[in-house]
Structure formats: C-alpha cells, structure tokens
C-alpha cells in the first residue's frame, strides 16, 4: 500500500464529486460561524436583557420563545454560538498541540522514552469519558475557561496515539535517514519533514473532536460545572430550562438542537474528510 | 499458554492501575490552587482563621512532601481505605457502595438497551442491505454520536413523561424510573453496536464455514442465527467494555438529568463542594471498575473465539 494518502497531493478533490456529507457538514458549520461572528446582527434582541413575559411560547415575534427571565431564547442560542464554537477551538487547539508534541516525541525517537510515554497514555486512556475532564476541572475549579483546558488535556491521548503510530512509518523513509545524515538536528526533522506528513490524519481527528469538545463542554456547563448564569451557554440553558420543562419545553429544546446540529455538522464533515483524504483510515 | 497470558495481562493491569493512581493524585495536588482554600471558600466561608487553615491542612496531611502524601494515597487505596469525605465526614468507600447499586442498574440497563436495539439493528441492516432498516442504522449510529446526552435524557422525559405520561421523570423508585435514564445511555451506544455487528456480520458472512454451512443443507435460521451471528458477535463483545465505560461517563450526566442518587451525581456534588478526597475516590473507583471490566471482557472473548480458545493466544 503506498502512502499517497498522506502527501500533500491528497488535499485536492481528485476530481470527484463533494459527498453530500461533506457539503452539509461545511454548510451548517458556516452558517454557525457566520452566526457567532456576525451574532449583534442576527440576533433580534440583547441576549441578557428581559424583554417580555417569562415563558412565552415560540411566537412570529419570539421565534424560540422566551426563558424564565423573560429574555429572548433565539437570541440567547445566537450568541451562545460564540461561546460553544470557541470553546471547540481551543480544546482541539489544547489537545492536538500538546498531543502531537507527545506522539512526535514518542514515535521519533521509540525505545524507552515511547514506552514511558505511552505507559502514561494508557493511564490516560483507562479514565472514561469525561472522568479525566471532570478530574481536571476539580482540581482547577468550575469555569468555562477550565472546561477548555479540560475537554482539551482529555483528548490528548487520541492525538498522540494517532500522530505516534504514523509517524512510526513516517521514520522509516529514506528522506528522514537523508535529512539525519547530513546533519540536521532531531528537532528540526521532527517539525520539518516528520510534522508535515501527518497533517491530514490530524486534521480528520481533529474536526471530529471540534464537535464532541463542544459537546463535552456543554454537558460540563450543563452539570455547573463550566459557564455560570448569565452567560448565554447552551449546555448552562438546558441545566436551566430542564426544571420547567413540562411547562416551557422550548428553553431547554432549542439550545440543545444547536448543539445536536453543530455535533452532527462536524461528524458529518470529518467522516466525509477521512474518506476524501484518507481512504485507509475509512474503517475507525 | 492461557496461564500466562492471563498472568501478563494482570501485570499490564497492576501497570496501568499505579499509573491511574499516580494521574489522580498528580492532577489533584500539582496544579495551582490551594485545597484547603478552595475547601473553606465552600464550606466555612468567611470566618476562617489562619490558624483554623493551618490546622486543617495538618490534619489532612497536605504540610507533608507530595511523595509521602501520594505513598499515604496509594496504601489507603490498597487496602481499601480512600479517606473521608471532607464535606459529608463518611468514609469515601462507604459513600461509594451506598451509590453503587444505583448507578450499575444505571449501566446494565444501558447495556441491555444498547444490545436489544443495536444488534438487532445491525443483523437486519446486514441481511437487508440498503433498505430502510440499513439507512436507519446509519442515521442511528449518526445521532448517538452527536446527540448531547443530557439533551436527549430530556427529550426522553419530554416524550415519555409529560407528552404521554408512561414513565415517571426522575426519582430512583422501581423499575419503570429506569427505563427513561437506561434508554437514553442505550440509545446513545446502540447506533456503534449496530454499525459493528452489520460489519462484522457482512465480513462473516463471506466466510468459507459459512459456505460450508448452505452447502450442508442447513436451514436459512440455523446458519445465520448459529453460525454466521454466533461469531460476528466476538467484536460485538469486546466493543461491549468500551461501552460500559461510555455508561459510567454517561451517569455523571444521566443521573442529574433523571435526578437519580448515583456515583455520577456524587462526583460532581464532591467537584462542586471541593471535597477532595471524595472527587480523587470516586475517579480513581469508577477507572479501576473500567479498566477491570475491559480485562474481564476480553477474557470472556478470547474463551469464547475457537480460533483463540484452541490455538495460541494472540
């Protein structure tokens, strides 16, 4: 099997067609980005501010109803766009830094620092879930800021798991032997020439684990664990609408139909990535 | 052969278990924040006295070097002993059991959901490929992955609750308070289990014992259901102990969406309380009970598989 697939020359279409997996993950994600970006002029009303009656139904006027401090939901999910997709960029940041730093490490230079390394990602990887999450926000305090570095210090393990096993292939061609014997140092061959030629795996993981980030940081929002009243968050507005949910279902529903949507636009985007790019990898 | 197997998968797990403990504690003690502090913000706020902080902090040990302290840890953890709770002044492990009936009918019912709906799925989209049941357990598997649990733990009471009120929406009494919070940890696992068993199955399928099964004659029934399920199960099960670390992960959100006392709940009152030794024995617990039920589960496995059982262990 060659290894097409990880060159650079694997990032263009090949002329086939864009999946319909692949065009609705893009179109939901943008439209949410446009959203979080542009969220004073796609929002009707101040997201904090009480502007009518608490729980009045979705209505023409108030399209997702209004919460129990009678501030518009639509309004609220808009801005709460901001907070959720930041949050997915900085765990993925966090997590795929220090992760491929990790597996780069491991992978290049094997032996007994790989076996140290991947011994403490194994312990990692034995926490289910958001359990690591959940230690790392304990020991640093419940906030939306800890909820990022969280989510994204628990997926370390997948990033370097992925970035060690190709780069333990990566090694072996005869460019990196080239680039050792004519002296360049281990650091720059690792950033330089080693890096590069695991960028597209990365970025599949990556888009996958933008979505479950957002999804995992809601839920610690959710538990109070992350975002306090009043920020617009959506895991906090579910936590808030669920003790009224028999008489006001839509406070809860719609902010967590955003995170359904964003969730299922990235799983739709990275799936249709992984088989775009990397047709080896088609059987996670 | 099986004996030694055995006896190296046990030192991977003593391995990985020290490694677990040392995480715990690591991230608990290393990173910035004073317990002591971050305790009495909660529990006595305002009038707390220097001396009362320092008297605390020598009580608990923490004027002690990290290395002492984790030793402390560790012998606690090996006999048993995980310290108690700062806030409800119980033994941790007592706190513990008294929760975890709770939370593994919790689980088991996730389980059973997740297998009942899964496999059935996954056999029907295997043996009917590209009809609607196929589609429907790709759309299943899609919507596992990407609903927020807790937001589909609330679409469930809202349906099933207060829509048509069949099932109560929270409390822990009986077993109808179990169908809403199992379902929804189920339903979540069982899109994976569906896409894995049709996979599995479609690979077994193809298989020359199964050829060899139409050419005897059988009936339709007895190759699908004895032969060609039988083993296109074996991943299904290793899949299984994965999935049961999703049911313990997805307790801390299942049980404050239904409401039910449980060792989720707990660990997330002990973060919000800042109770640290109930936060470090209930992860260190529930990562143990993953990691043991994996062990447990791969060991089933390989008893199972005839290639295995009967040949050298791979």
Redesign the interface.
Same mark, same amino acid.
């Given at each position: 099997m060659t290894t097409a697939g990880m060159t650079v020359r694997g990032l263009t279409v090949r002329g086939r067609t864009l999946s319909p997996g692949f065009i609705a993950g893009v179109s939901i994600l943008t439209a949410w980005v446009l959203l979080a970006i542009f969220a004073p002029l796609g929002a009707p009303h101040d997201p904090l501010a009480t502007i009518s009656g608490a729980r009045e139904a979705p209505s023409p006027e108030f399209w997702f109803g209004t919460d129990r401090l009678g501030r518009d939901v639509f309004s609220r999910v808009v801005y709460g766009a901001r907070v959720s997709l930041v949050l997915g960029f900085i765990s993925v940041a966090i997590g795929a830094a220090l992760g491929s730093a990790l597996g780069l490490v491991s992978g290049y230079y094997r032996g007994a620092v790989d076996t140290v390394l991947m011994r403490m990602i194994d312990a990692m990887l034995a926490f289910p879930g958001i359990l690591l999450a959940l230690v790392v926000i304990a020991a640093l305090g419940p906030s939306i800021t800890n909820v990022m570095i969280a989510v994204g210090v628990s997926t370390i393990p997948r990033y370097a798991r992925l970035v060690r096993s190709s780069v333990l292939t990566i090694r072996e061609h005869d460019y990196i032997d080239a680039a050792r014997l004519v002296g360049v140092p281990d650091v720059k061959i690792m950033l330089r020439h080693v890096l590069p030629n695991t960028a597209i795996p990365l970025l599949v993981l990556s888009t996958l684990e933008f979505g479950q980030a957002i999804s995992i940081g809601a839920g610690l929002s959710f538990l109070g664990l992350g975002a306090q009243p009043p920020t617009p968050e959506w895991g906090l507005m579910v936590a808030v609408g669920r003790d009224v949910l028999g008489r006001a279902w839509w406070i809860s529903t719609f902010p967590g139909l955003a995170i359904f949507t964003v969730v299922m636009a990235t799983n739709l985007l990275g799936d249709s990535l992984q088989e775009m790019l990397d047709p080896r990898l088609r059987s996670r | 052969m099986l004996a030694s197997y055995l006896a190296r998968r046990l030192a991977q797990l003593a391995?990985?278990?020290f490694?677990?403990s040392?995480?715990?504690f690591s %991230?608990?003690h290393a990173? +910035?924040?004073d317990p002591v502090q971050?305790m009495l913000s909660g529990a006595e706020s305002g009038s707390v006295t220097p001396e009362r902080q320092e008297q605390l902090r020598e009580e608990m040990g923490l004027n002690d070097p990290l290395p002492v302290q984790y030793g402390r840890f560790l012998r606690g953890a090996v006999t048993a002993d995980l310290g108690t709770s700062v806030r409800l002044r119980q033994p941790v492990l007592d706190l513990i059991l008294d929760r975890l009936g709770s939370t593994l009918a919790l689980s088991l019912g996730g389980i059973l959901f997740a297998v009942a709906i899964g496999v059935t799925t996954g056999v029907l989209a295997a043996l009917k490929r590209g009809s609607w049941i196929d589609g429907f357990s790709r759309i299943l598997a899609? =919507?596992g &992955?990407?609903?927020? $649990? #807790?937001?589909l733990g $609330?679409?469930l009471?809202?349906v099933f609750? #207060?829509w048509l009120p069949w099932f109560p +929406?929270a409390g822990s009494e009986g077993l109808r308070s179990l169908v809403l919070p199992s379902l929804s940890l189920g339903l979540v696992s069982a899109g994976v289990i569906a896409r894995l068993t049709r996979?599995s199955l479609l690979e077994v399928l193809v298989e020359d014992y199964i050829r060899a099964a139409w050419a005897k004659g059988l009936p339709k029934r007895i190759v699908y259901l004895r032969h060609a399920l039988r083993n296109a199960l074996l991943p299904v099960l290793t899949m299984l102990g994965l999935q049961f670390?999703?049911m313990? =992960?997805?307790a &801390? &959100?299942t049980e404050?969406?239904f409401s039910r006392p449980g060792l989720g709940r707990l *660990? *997330?009152s =002990? %973060?919000?309380w800042?109770d640290?030794p109930l *936060?470090q024995g209930i &992860?260190l617990f529930?990562?143990t009970t993953?990691?043991v039920v994996n062990l447990l589960v791969d060991l089933l496995a390989t008893r199972l598989d005839p290639r295995i059982r009967d040949g050298a262990p791979a």
């Open positions: - | 391995v990985v278990l490694l677990v040392v995480a715990v %991230i608990m990173l +910035p924040g971050l899609y =919507a &992955v990407s609903m927020p $649990l #807790f937001w $609330l679409l009471i809202l609750s #207060f +929406p996979a670390g999703a313990l =992960a997805g &801390v &959100v404050t969406v *660990v *997330v =002990a %973060i919000l800042k640290y *936060v &992860v529930m990562a993953y990691v």
